[in-house]
């Protein structure tokens, strides 16, 4: 009889890259920032994962088309409760968030990639 250890090496290889691969889609933070503005309005929404969903109007003007007035919207995730509660008892005010921007996004963590971790300053 033949050794069955190939098999498991190439099972064990396969489990690993499988294990990295679904680390880089889902948990690698892939960048961390402040994005600054109006806080538009946060929600908790979701069918299966209530999640709490956002949006920040940032200030400026610029646009791609000459003549025309866009608005800049960073829409988000939030992780803490607490952090979501303080942001709806605030809407409307100047907010500086910082977030951290996944690859992919997981149902249990939000709608967006970008996730809030913590409120910077409110104005």
Same mark, same amino acid.
């Given at each position: 009889?033949?050794?069955?250890?190939?098999?498991y090496?190439?099972?064990?290889?396969?489990?690993l890259?499988?294990?990295? $691969?679904?680390?880089?889609?889902?948990?690698?933070? $892939?960048?961390?920032?402040?994005? *600054?503005?109006?806080?538009?309005?946060?929600?908790?929404?979701?069918?299966? $994962?209530?999640?709490?969903?956002?949006?920040?109007?940032?200030?400026?003007?610029?646009?791609?088309?000459?003549?025309?007035?866009? !608005?800049n919207?960073?829409?988000? !995730?939030?992780?803490?409760? *607490?952090i *979501?509660?303080?942001?709806?008892?605030?809407?409307?005010?100047? $907010?500086?968030?910082?977030?951290?921007?996944?690859?992919?996004?997981?149902?249990?963590?939000?709608y967006?990639?970008?996730?809030?971790? !913590?409120?910077? !300053?409110?104005?």
């Amino acid at each position: 009889m033949k050794s069955k250890k190939p098999i498991y090496i190439t099972i064990g290889i396969l489990i690993l890259i499988l294990g990295g $691969f679904i680390y880089y889609r889902y948990y690698f933070v $892939f960048g961390e920032g402040v994005k *600054a503005g109006e806080l538009n309005y946060v929600v908790k929404k979701g069918y299966m $994962f209530k999640t709490y969903e956002g949006k920040l109007i940032q200030s400026g003007i610029r646009s791609r088309q000459t003549g025309n007035i866009q !608005s800049n919207e960073f829409e988000f !995730s939030v992780s803490d409760e *607490a952090i *979501a509660q303080k942001m709806m008892l605030n809407s409307g005010k100047m $907010f500086e968030l910082h977030y951290k921007e996944y690859v992919n996004a997981l149902p249990w963590r939000g709608y967006s990639p970008y996730v809030v971790d !913590s409120i910077i !300053s409110i104005k």
